[in-house]
């Protein structure tokens, strides 16, 4: 999975966090980062914040086009009705609102992978976790 947001903290504790639930993560800071991430591998989610230094998490999944992630997350501080049905329309998956648990993420995660059909990878397997 990709992990996108501009805040070098943020991106570096969602990392974290994700790998200690199994999952197996880059990190990028930047939209053009994650163009350049995605263009030359798949992914299958992105969890990423809206506003970005470099453009809005709207204006990469369009860009990407059918090269996008299957499952797109939205942690974002941007909560209105308005604001979760852009997302949606934008193609994402969840529009979560910060400040997100670990484990918020998490389910959320998996209910749209599982939604997906996409299989989780080995190293998301991790014991106890369903």
Not at 25 to 51: F, N
Not at 86 to 112: I, N, Y
């Amino acid at each position: 999975m990709l992990v996108l947001d501009d805040d070098e903290d943020n991106v570096l504790i969602l990392e974290a966090a994700l790998q200690t639930s199994g999952y197996e993560v880059r990190h990028a800071r930047s939209c053009a980062e994650a163009q350049a991430i995605l263009t030359g591998r798949t992914a299958d989610a992105l969890v990423t914040d809206l506003r970005l230094g470099d453009g809005t998490a709207f204006d990469l999944v369009a860009a990407l086009g059918k090269k996008r992630p299957r499952v797109a997350v939205l942690v974002t501080g941007f909560g209105s009705p308005e604001d979760k049905r852009a997302s949606a329309e934008a193609g994402f998956q969840a529009h979560l609102v910060k400040p997100v648990t670990l484990e918020l993420l998490d389910r959320t995660l998996r209910r749209a992978l599982e939604a997906a059909s996409v299989p989780p990878s080995p190293s998301s397997q991790a014991p106890g976790r369903a």
